[in-house]
């Protein structure tokens, strides 16, 4: 490493003696630093010293194996029973039955039962609240918090996330229910007051059923979606898209709840835009807000802020975090109790609670075939929340999560739910973290969180029918400030990666416009849209080659690469197919200056012109023939005779070889495949050749299949690496004496 000394000593002039030396320029310290870097990770080099080697001769070498499964002989061995395969399929249909009998008291039993009791304490006020979200009375959210719980328990993989209800969910099963049963349907006449009024009791059992039904649909689509081994279906749903979509959603929880904190009743609204609608319903309203709601949702929602942040700061300190939304509910249904906050001042209540549980009932069939879209939306929306928050934990603690055993849990939980009057369920990630803040570590937790649920299902329910729905609004509020932080990823995503800003943002947008089902699937095209777009504009580049190296970089982005003479390579950042293939062949056009169209075009009317000439010379050939037959004196007809000349050597600025690397393509469609074989026709006839390299397998399989090759074309214009295409084609060019080849010999 050079010291500070040397660097200076070959500076042009000294430096007088009581004086600093001059500041070093920003470049120069770069510089050295890039030195002094470079001298301190020295790596070692190698040699290797082979033939050039196409893939006709690799696979040669190799042994290229061609037995391939028959699609018969791949069913009859996944149709192959044994007494192992059955016992592994069974343990892994039933997860249950492999852990629970290893499960150790000794390390996870305290664990578990204070995990399962805080979590149990929390699913009370956030299955209430939540089944307002749903349209639904409340108890129906307690039903959700322990029917599907216990199914999730025996089907479930995952040991950490917390089943049950979820906002997101809630609010989209909440616009199923409210746009098929609407108040409109249910209004009937009041003698007494001589005015027309909702019909409460027959508008929420209507409700119910239509809950039922669609989450029984998800959850048989979500069997389905399983059976079939299509858990992969959740890597559509990317990362920016799940949490523009939630943040999306979250807004409309909160507009959705705005009825209960101001006390007003606005008209539901649906369809396309019906957010914006609400919106400037609830702000015409807004002068006949119930002061008495307005004050309950304020200081509850104070209230639990404060206590929320004392939790947060008190952490470390506490063993178990303090039951905020319990004691909130509990001491807001004491007050409303004692103050009679119901008839003084007309604030609204939860009302009649029944104790005890629902006996199952089949969904209304009638009904399936008006929530099927919806419940395909719930399905993979719960899916995608479940499985991301799942596979968290699983990394964090070292075990696996079954992304299609997941499926079918979540379709179990919601297709027996649904036969329980619940609504859909996917895990929550405020409860998830509870439960494993507070020792959880199997899903026993969860079950003893149900347990907790049942308890207050049939003993204690009853007493909080004086609870405030706008407590429960301010309970919502309050738990969808971790997705209103969410706003922060576009400033992130605006550093990062730019496209993924968009889709955010896209997915924010579109999920507030077309509510959750409809802005779901937009999303989800406008994310498709984005990789389509990404494909079809690539970065098309030349490639040189580091000097004395086998490796090629685009030529734009160093300046120290040295160009092979006389050969052109080029790439693409993307796979070929046929969206981008005929901007492949323009970009390689451009790249190496040469427009084969042109070429082509001339080379055929020079071919033509010296045909009709050769057509013109043979008679004029014949008619002297026939003179000369006649006895006519013979003339010298050489110099009648138009000679035209074609260029026996190509133009010397164009390339004499081009290789095509296409490393980056991972298949090829019958388009792009047409194209490659154009280009090396094209380009052949004007004698420059084309080779390919860096191909896949899967690529080498794809030209296989599509044609490429033939009788003059074989496996010997494809090569493994660009470095050996480079040398082929230096090798194919020694009989020109003016160039000068320069390579890396292996």
């Excluded at 018969?72 to 009998?101: D, F, Q, T, Y």
């Excluded at 199997?442 to 329910?461: D, K, N, P, R, Y």
């Excluded at 955010?504 to 959750?516: C, D, G, K, R, Y």
């Excluded at 074609?646 to 390339?655: C, G, K, N, V």
Aim: proline share 5%; hydrophobic share 45%.
């Amino acid at each position: 490493m050079l010291s500070n000394e040397n660097v200076s000593g070959h500076s042009s002039g000294a430096t007088p003696q009581g004086q600093s030396p001059p500041p070093a320029t920003e470049r120069q310290r770069r510089r050295r630093g890039q030195v002094e870097a470079m001298e301190e990770r020295r790596r070692p080099g190698y040699s290797v010293h082979r033939e050039v080697l196409d893939e006709e001769a690799v696979d040669e070498i190799a042994k290229k194996s061609d037995s391939k499964s028959s699609l018969r002989e791949k069913l009859k061995k996944s149709m192959r029973c044994s007494g192992p395969r059955l016992k592994s399929c069974l343990l892994g249909s039933v997860p249950v039955l492999s852990w629970l009998p290893r499960y150790s008291l000794r390390d996870n039993c305290l664990g578990d039962l204070i995990s399962g009791i805080s979590v149990g304490i929390m699913q009370l006020p956030q299955g209430m609240a939540y089944a307002l979200l749903a349209s639904v009375p409340a108890v129906f959210g307690l039903y959700s918090s322990f029917y599907p719980v216990l199914v999730y328990f025996i089907f479930g993989t995952s040991k950490h996330i917390s089943l049950g209800t979820f906002a997101v969910l809630s609010v989209m099963v909440g616009g199923v229910t409210e746009r098929l049963a609407p108040d409109s349907n249910f209004m009937i006449w009041d003698n007494v007051t001589n005015a027309s009024e909702v019909d409460v009791v027959a508008r929420d059992a209507e409700r119910v059923k239509v809950a039922a039904a669609v989450t029984f649909v998800s959850g048989l689509f979500q069997i389905l979606l399983g059976l079939v081994q299509f858990g992969f279906v959740v890597t559509y749903l990317s990362e920016p898209l799940v949490r523009g979509y939630t943040t999306g959603a979250a807004i409309h929880v909160i507009v959705s709840q705005l009825k209960y904190t101001f006390g007003i009743r606005p008209v539901r609204h649906s369809g396309p835009l019906s957010l914006i609608y609400t919106v400037l319903e609830i702000c015409y309203l807004l002068p006949k807000t119930n002061i008495g709601s307005l004050v309950v949702s304020i200081v509850a929602i104070i209230c639990l802020i404060l206590v929320k942040e004392l939790n947060a700061y008190l952490s470390k300190k506490l063993p178990v975090p303090i039951p905020v939304e319990l004691l909130g509910i509990v001491i807001a249904t004491v007050i409303s109790w004692q103050v009679n906050l119901k008839d003084k001042y007309g604030v609204d209540v939860v009302g009649l609670i029944p104790s005890g549980l629902q006996p199952p009932v089949l969904p209304d069939a009638s009904l399936f075939g008006q929530v099927i879209g919806d419940a395909f939306a719930l399905a993979v929306v719960g899916y995608g929340i479940a499985i991301s928050l799942g596979r968290i934990f699983a990394l964090k603690y070292g075990y696996k999560v079954d992304s299609n055993q997941e499926l079918i849990a979540l379709g179990l939980s919601n297709s027996i739910g649904g036969v329980f009057q619940c609504f859909a369920i996917s895990c929550s990630m405020s409860r998830s973290m509870v439960q494993e803040s507070t020792g959880g570590k199997t899903q026993v937790a969860g079950a003893l969180s149900a347990v907790v649920i049942l308890f207050i299902t049939l003993w204690i329910g009853t007493l909080f029918e004086d609870l405030p729905k706008a407590v429960l609004a301010a309970i919502i509020y309050v738990n969808l400030q971790g997705m209103m932080k969410q706003f922060m990823d576009i400033r992130v995503l605006w550093r990062s990666n730019k496209v993924d800003m968009l889709i955010w943002v896209a997915t924010f947008i579109l999920t507030l416009l077309l509510n959750p089902d409809l802005g779901l699937a937009a999303a989800i095209g406008f994310s498709m849209l984005t990789v389509i777009f990404r494909t079809q504009l690539p970065k098309y580049s030349k490639l040189g080659q580091v000097p004395d190296t086998d490796i090629y970089r685009p030529l734009e982005d160093y300046d120290e690469l040295k160009q092979v003479p006389g050969i052109l390579i080029f790439r693409s950042s993307a796979t070929l197919y046929f969206a981008n293939a005929e901007m492949y062949q323009e970009a390689l056009g451009e790249k190496s200056g040469i427009d084969i169209t042109k070429l082509l075009s001339a080379k055929k009317k020079l071919e033509a012109k010296r045909k009709r000439h050769e057509k013109k010379n043979a008679k004029k050939a014949a008619k002297r023939s026939a003179a000369n037959l006649e006895g006519g004196p013979e003339r010298d007809g050489q110099n009648e005779i138009a000679i035209i000349e074609m260029d026996a050597e190509p133009d010397p600025s164009l390339p004499r070889a081009i290789i095509l690397d296409l490393s980056p393509v991972n298949f090829l469609d019958t388009v792009a495949v047409k194209t490659l074989r154009s280009i090396r026709r094209d380009y052949g006839e004007v004698c420059i050749e084309v080779v390919l390299a860096g191909c896949s397998s899967g690529v080498i399989d794809n030209l296989q299949t599509a044609g490429f090759f033939n009788d003059k074309v074989t496996k010997s214009c494809l090569f493994s690496t660009v470095h050996d295409a480079v040398l082929h084609c230096q090798s194919a060019q020694k009989h020109s004496p003016h160039e000068d080849y320069n390579a890396t010999h292996f």
